[in-house]
């Protein structure tokens, strides 16, 4: 199933992106304060948010969550042309677009499965659980959809500004979440650790 | 003979350098460059890049400031031969963390050469062997790329340029012998540390 921009309500957090960029205090806050609202129109120009759902067996669905290749080119020639406060700033609202758009996915992956009584029981991430090969099949499921994307030998997915997952059904309902869950990433580094 | 006046004089143009620097205005560093103080300005931004970059991989200055720096000590960069070129390695189709370190080689002055995403270890070596490239500076997304990394090193060896460039990785960490048996020139994989190494090269050329 294809969820298309229309699906999709996305309304960037200023103070969470901020937090993430940690431009909290002068005289960086003002600096990316200025660039605010060009980011936001670059971000809704370039962006066509997408998502798409494959069942690949009865009890498993692969998610696939994308804005397009658009918000990473324009990232590029940003920092090209030496704008790299406005540059930084649309790279991590693109970021933030697509946590959003994972949070909403699972709202309506959950809504939709109900009316078959399945119920979503836990999330499966590339890396952590997932091989580069089990990747690579899942993608190639849904690589029709989104002739634009693809995965690498490693099984690393382009565009940057998308995500993979795949999500384990059960006939029992659950209360787990089934949201990204930073403490089984094998990220140290990630600015983003701990606060999806 | 350089009198109290003219120390005073210094230490305000210093501070007011400064200052614009860490506020990202570039066309308050591009005026003080049309004032005729390219030379002075440089010195500025040097100590402050230094500082700045210290301070962030000690974790108490945010990425952030070093990005709204770089945006205004790029109006000092200008566009000489390249020096370093930056690439990410077949495997890692970010464009990220390349941005990144472009951004900071060029804060930092050095002329670099972008040569894009997934670059074949080939085109590295043919930047060095042709262009006299004296860094390589590749962007790995995980200690997986190892693999890239590695063909790089031996086709230098094979070639016989190992000798001419120094090789860093940035965006994925490496173990110490992944390291050694590379010769990377710089154990650490930020992009900060990286660009302050080259940097620092550079200027004591």
């Not at chain 1, 600096?31 to 997408?50: D, H």
Request: aromatic share 8%; glycine share 6%.
């Amino acid at each position: 199933m294809i969820y298309d921009a229309g699906r999709f309500n996305l309304n960037p957090e200023r103070n969470e992106v901020f937090s993430w960029l940690q431009c909290t205090t002068e005289p960086c806050r003002t600096a990316f304060e200025a660039e605010w609202k060009p980011a936001l129109r670059l971000l809704r120009k370039t962006m066509t948010p997408c998502g798409i759902s494959v069942r690949n067996a009865p009890r498993t669905l692969t998610v696939f969550l994308t804005l397009g290749k658009d918000p990473e080119e324009q990232v590029t020639a940003l920092f090209r042309q030496e704008r790299y406060v406005l540059g930084s700033l649309l790279n991590t609202l693109c970021d933030e677009m697509l946590f959003q758009m994972d949070r909403q996915m699972a709202g309506f992956l959950q809504r939709e499965l109900l009316s078959e009584h399945l119920y979503m029981a836990e999330r499966l991430e590339p890396r952590v659980h997932l091989s580069a090969e089990t990747l690579q099949a899942d993608f190639h499921l849904l690589h029709p959809s989104v002739p634009f994307a693809g995965i690498t030998e490693h099984g690393v997915l382009f565009p940057a500004k998308s995500m993979m997952y795949r999500i384990v059904l059960s006939g029992k309902p659950c209360t787990v979440s089934t949201l990204h869950d930073c403490t089984r990433c094998d990220q140290p580094d990630c600015l983003y650790r701990s606060r999806t | 003979m350089i009198t109290e006046k003219t120390e005073t004089d210094r230490a305000e143009k210093r501070e007011h350098l400064r200052d614009a620097l860490l506020r990202g205005d570039r066309s308050a560093v591009e005026l003080y460059c049309r004032q005729g103080m390219l030379v002075y300005l440089r010195q500025v931004r040097d100590e402050l890049l230094e500082e700045l970059t210290v301070q962030c991989l000690e974790g108490t200055v945010p990425f952030s400031q070093l990005t709204v720096t770089a945006q205004a000590a790029c109006a000092l960069a200008g566009n000489g031969t390249p020096v370093a070129c930056c690439g990410s390695l077949v495997g890692n189709p970010c464009d990220t963390g390349r941005n990144f370190i472009w951004m900071l080689l060029r804060a930092w002055g050095i002329p670099v050469l972008d040569l894009g995403a997934e670059v074949p270890a080939a085109q590295f070596l043919n930047a060095v062997a042709e262009q006299g490239i004296r860094f390589v500076i590749v962007t790995a997304f995980s200690a997986e790329d190892a693999g890239a990394a590695g063909q790089l090193h031996r086709m230098a060896l094979e070639m016989g340029i190992r000798d001419q460039f120094d090789l860093l990785i940035c965006g994925a960490r490496f173990d110490e012998e992944l390291r050694k048996k590379l010769q990377l020139a710089c154990a650490d994989h930020r992009a900060a540390a990286a660009a302050r190494w080259v940097g620092q090269r550079w200027k004591n050329k």
